[in-house]
T-cell receptor, first 113, second 114 residues
């Protein structure tokens, strides 16, 4: 089945700096890659997603890049703010396994002001 | 638009007892998911329904866990008997359909087994 690895497990940045979180996946048939943000004690919320027919997608300060050949995708947050502090999860899914989402282990992002 | 509803929000039980969780998905969402999220880990899919049929339950411990989605709307997840390692947050999510649709999560039920 699909396996998703996520790095780093924790990331501390100064306010205003950029943050990058990387994920690799094992199933070359995966075609949908969402990123979720989860604040302490709250539900995961989708912040951005990308499909396998696109290499990059941006939404204001957030961007995701996908390298299908290398089977990895990354989340980029620019001009980080204290409210960006949360746990970020990447995930992957594809038709091969019933389109179920397989999540990475998560990255704790701390933005220091 | 109302979000995914779950109840209860918190539950404390002793091992070997049984417990049930309820989920009401967003209206019109055909696909419903139950996830288990252990502290410090990402959500793990337990079972996935498309309308009232099971699409994937490969990671559901069927000797103790069961789930149903009668009439293709609300769903219940049951654990009987509970073990200490079942302590986790149980998240319900729904989406319009299979394959690349955004999944909307409910607030979760935090289960503590003592």
């Amino acid at each position: 089945g699909e396996n998703v690895e996520q790095h780093p497990s924790t990331l501390s940045v100064q306010e205003g700096d950029s943050a990058v979180i990387k994920c690799t996946y094992s199933d070359s048939a995966s075609n949908y890659f969402p990123w979720y943000k989860q604040e302490l004690g709250k539900r995961p919320q989708l912040i951005i997603d990308i499909r396998s027919n696109v290499g990059e997608k941006k939404d204001q300060r957030i961007a995701v890049t996908l390298n299908k050949t290398a089977k990895h995708f990354s989340l980029h947050i620019t001009e980080t703010q204290p409210e960006d502090s949360a746990v970020y999860f990447c995930a992957a899914s594809g038709k091969e396994y019933g389109n179920k989402l397989v999540f990475g282990a998560g990255t704790i992002l701390r933005v220091k002001s | 638009e109302a979000g995914v509803a779950q109840s209860p929000r918190y539950k404390i039980i002793e091992k070997r007892q049984s417990v049930a969780f309820w989920c009401n998905p967003i209206s019109g969402h055909a696909t419903l998911y139950w996830y288990q999220q252990i502290l410090g880990q990402g959500p793990k899919l337990l079972i996935q329904f498309q309308n009232n049929g099971v699409v994937d339950d490969s990671q559901l411990p069927k000797d103790r866990f069961s789930a149903e989605r009668l009439k293709g709307v609300d769903s219940t997840l049951k654990i009987q008997p509970a073990k200490l390692e079942d302590s986790a947050v149980y998240l319900c999510a729904s989406s319009l359909g299979l394959g690349g649709y955004e999944q909307y999560f409910g607030p979760g039920t935090r289960l503590t087994v003592t």
